[in-house]
């Protein structure tokens, strides 16, 4: 446990070195989080850690990686996005019926679940979709429900998308169409410790559990596998990948997607 006055000195140490302004992070998420990093790094007190910001890069850039935490995007790694829409979905939609099940886990702003709800509209004959967005951050929910963004973060969405899909707004700022948030139910969610009372076709979790350590990412993995149906797929971010995902009745599909049972 970190003494406020720690956090403090560490607050000013990494806006000097990183230009990362930790005022942001509520006490109790840097409690939870700096302990962590700084045992990474091998330093057993704050001073330790910050004699190794200064002198080794590697702690810098393992900082600014980890503690980016909210950092996200609109189609986040595109070439992905068409896995999802060319071979995934087509075989998801084969073994769904009535409605499509989605679940963001890790939503942040909601650039993910938004970015989904898109690909979904703009498939011929769908069937109907729910996405459930979820993110241990009551600021990042708060800011995806509202869906207001500016011109920059959407520097991925295809200008057709954002005619189609956004509304200008006061300030430069562009506003996600109602038809996009009627589909999504944001809500703050704990993936290490909280329910998860249904079942999902599509379980999204994308550079989420980068941040755990492995008895977490255990933990995490098998919430998203019991919270998939049979058949469902599992996307992940591309830094993670699943050891032994047997283990968890998944396997290997194509890069970052794992499939439930069969
Ligand atoms: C780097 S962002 C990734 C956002 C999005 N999935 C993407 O790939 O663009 C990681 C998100 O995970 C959230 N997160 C971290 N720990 C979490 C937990 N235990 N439960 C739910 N969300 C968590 C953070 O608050 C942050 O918004």
Redesign the pocket.
């Known amino acids: 446990m970190l003494s406020r006055e720690e956090i403090q000195y560490l607050r000013n140490k990494v806006l000097e070195k990183a230009g990362i302004d930790l005022s942001y992070y509520k006490e109790n998420q840097l409690q939870r989080r700096l302990p962590f990093i700084m045992s990474r790094a091998g330093a057993k007190s704050v001073e330790e850690y910050v004699k190794l910001l200064d002198e080794n890069p590697q702690v810098l850039e393992d900082f600014k990686n980890r503690f ?6 609109f189609f ?1 790694n595109p070439e992905r996005y068409e896995d999802l829409k060319n071979k995934v979905l087509p075989e998801i939609m084969k073994g769904t019926s009535l409605i499509l099940k989605i679940w ?5 702003v909601g ?2 679940p938004y970015s989904l709800a898109i690909v979904l509209e703009e498939i011929p004959h769908r069937i109907p979709y729910r996405i459930w967005a ?4 009551e600021d ?1 929910i708060e800011k995806a429900k509202e869906g207001v963004y500016t011109e920059d973060f959407l520097h991925n969405v295809p200008a057709s998308y954002l005619a189609k899909y956004f509304q200008p707004v006061s300030g430069g700022k562009y506003a996600v169409a109602p038809q996009l948030k009627k589909r999504i139910v944001f809500e703050k ?4 410790r909280d329910e998860v009372k249904e079942t999902f076709s599509l379980v999204v ?4 559990i980068i ?1 755990f350590e492995n008895e977490a990412k255990r933990i995490a993995f098998e919430k998203m596998s019991n919270a998939l149906q049979d058949g469902g797929y599992l996307w992940v ?1 591309s830094t993670e990948r699943i050891t032994d995902p047997s283990s968890l009745g998944l396997h290997y599909v194509l890069p970052f997607f794992y499939r439930k049972g069969r």
């Open positions: 980016a935490i909210n950092v996200s995007e986040r963001s886990a890790g939503c942040s650039s993910e979820t993110d241990i951050d990042a969610h704990d993936l290490l979790c994308r550079n989420v941040y971010g």
